[in-house]
């Protein structure tokens, strides 16, 4: 009877993690596969520091759940890796996994990147390689702002120097206004001088 329980008990729990891996796996932007075997164990945790400093979640499962995890579905080719040790890192972005462990496995040669997925699209090494030259996700907010922003400061150069050009044709139609009073006030003025002499006149 105990001997069943115990059973029964670790089968419950591999079928908790197979929940659980498929979860990650479903609901992350992107993830990584490594291969970790040589790795010491204050290597192994600086590198869970930078990871988890960059939001990536770094997870420790055998093989054969990850294959029962992802089998019959789009990822299910990211098990043809899956030999030694591995490792998974899941992020909620399509650069941070990639640009974390490429930059890592640099400096620590047995570090081994295998394969991984970003946006349900499985990739390749060099792919992942490529997407870890990319900005990370302030990088990219930035950069993306900087695009919008650049319009912008044209659309406000371009107005400010139609407010300027107003401004100077304001002066110049004031100048006009102010020099055509003047004129019509003078020409009353000579009109009025006209009128008064006549009246004298027929008067005298």
């Known amino acids: 009877m105990e001997v069943n329980h115990l059973r029964n008990e670790v089968l419950e729990a591999k079928k908790d993690l197979v929940?659980?891996?498929?979860?990650?796996v479903l609901g992350s932007e992107s993830a990584v596969i490594v291969e970790y075997h040589g790795l010491n164990v204050?290597?192994?945790?600086e590198l869970r520091a930078q990871l988890h400093e960059?939001?990536?979640?770094?997870?420790v499962y055998k093989n054969t759940l990850f294959r029962r995890a992802v089998e019959g579905t789009d990822y299910e080719g990211l098990t043809e890796d899956l030999v030694g040790?591995?490792?998974?890192?899941f992020g909620g972005d399509a650069v941070a996994p990639s640009r974390v462990l490429a930059q890592f496995a640099k400096k620590n040669k047995k570090l081994q990147i295998k394969t991984g997925f970003v946006d349900g699209e499985i990739v390749s090494v060099d792919e992942i390689k490529e997407l870890a030259t990319l900005p990370d996700h302030d990088g990219m907010i930035s950069m993306f702002l900087s695009v919008l922003q650049a319009p912008?400061?044209?659309?406000a150069y371009a107005l400010s120097q139609v407010a300027e050009k107003k401004e100077e044709?304001?002066?110049?139609?004031?100048?006009?206004?102010?020099t055509v009073e003047a004129a019509a006030e003078e020409v009353a003025e000579e009109t009025k001088e006209v009128v008064e002499e006549k009246e004298e006149a027929k008067e005298a």
């Open 152 to 155: 912008v400061r044209n659309l």
């Open 42 to 45: 204050g290597q192994i945790t």
């Open 169 to 178: 044709l304001g002066d110049v139609v004031e100048a006009k206004e102010e």
């Open 19 to 24: 929940a659980e891996i498929q979860e990650n």
């Open 85 to 89: 040790p591995n490792a998974v890192a």
């Open 54 to 59: 960059a939001g990536v979640d770094f997870k």
